[in-house]
């Protein structure tokens, strides 16, 4: 069962404008929530992540929400960039003998000039 | 600069041929993992090393095996690589559960 979900394959903004990226998770037991970009023929790359005791978390023009009872996460990048068009991957992960990632899918997100 | 690196970048190889990707960090963290990316499936983790010598499986271990006998090494070995294993591997170190994993630029094997 799949346990992070990104539902929407991709995302189309304006230049200048908000991106929002959401993601849903089924396991309220994590610690960490983690958001990754990705171009082409390269590896994911971290971006912004946020503990499970917050609910916000802001990085120059990337900020993540978390809202634990609704067991959704989002990403909100302002203004966004053309070169912020990549592959978005959320990720969850719990502390212990595994930190390992829980990936969802991704969400294709297209800047427009 | 610190990196994870992995070679080769490109493999492509026949059924049943045993072959080995290396990842090495420059970091010195202790733990590292091992994902493949589908299409459709996100990354998927296949093992993970939380030290020298302490490694375990992850969601998808069947036909790989690792070996983590230096704290900066990785290497990830395919002992008779199949059709299905076609795909794009990274290796990925973390230094503390929260920080992120530093990727590697990843590995596309191609298994005909």
């Known amino acids: 069962d799949q346990q992070v979900k990104q539902n929407s394959p991709s995302l189309s903004v304006q230049e200048g404008r908000i991106s929002i990226l959401n993601c849903d998770y089924t396991?309220?037991?994590?610690?960490?929530f983690l958001w990754y970009k990705k171009y082409p023929a390269e590896g994911p790359t971290f971006l912004i992540s946020?503990?499970?005791?917050?609910d916000k978390n802001e990085d120059g023009r990337f900020t993540v929400f978390l809202n634990k009872s609704a067991k959704h996460l989002s990403l909100h990048i302002v203004p966004s960039q053309p070169g912020d068009s990549a592959v978005y991957f959320c990720a969850v992960q719990s502390t212990g003998a595994n930190s390992k990632l829980t990936f969802g899918k991704g969400i294709t997100l297209s800047v427009r000039p | 600069e610190a990196q994870v690196t992995q070679n080769p970048r490109y493999l492509i190889t026949v059924t049943g041929k045993k072959l080995t990707v290396t990842c090495s960090q420059n970091m010195n963290h202790e733990y590292m993992s091992w994902y493949r990316q589908d299409p459709g499936l996100g990354l998927r983790q296949i093992y993970y090393s939380m030290n020298v010598e302490v490694t375990d499986k992850g969601d998808v271990p069947e036909g790989y095996k690792v070996s983590r006998k230096e704290k900066r090494n990785f290497p990830l070995i395919l002992e008779s690589p199949s059709p299905n294993q076609t795909s794009l591997y990274f290796c990925?170190?973390?230094?503390?559960?929260?920080?992120?994993?530093?990727f590697g630029s990843g590995t596309r094997l191609t298994v005909v």
């Open positions: 990925a170190s973390s230094l503390v559960p929260g920080s992120g994993y530093t």
């Open positions: 396991n309220s037991m994590f610690d960490y």
């Open positions: 946020i503990s499970s005791i917050k």
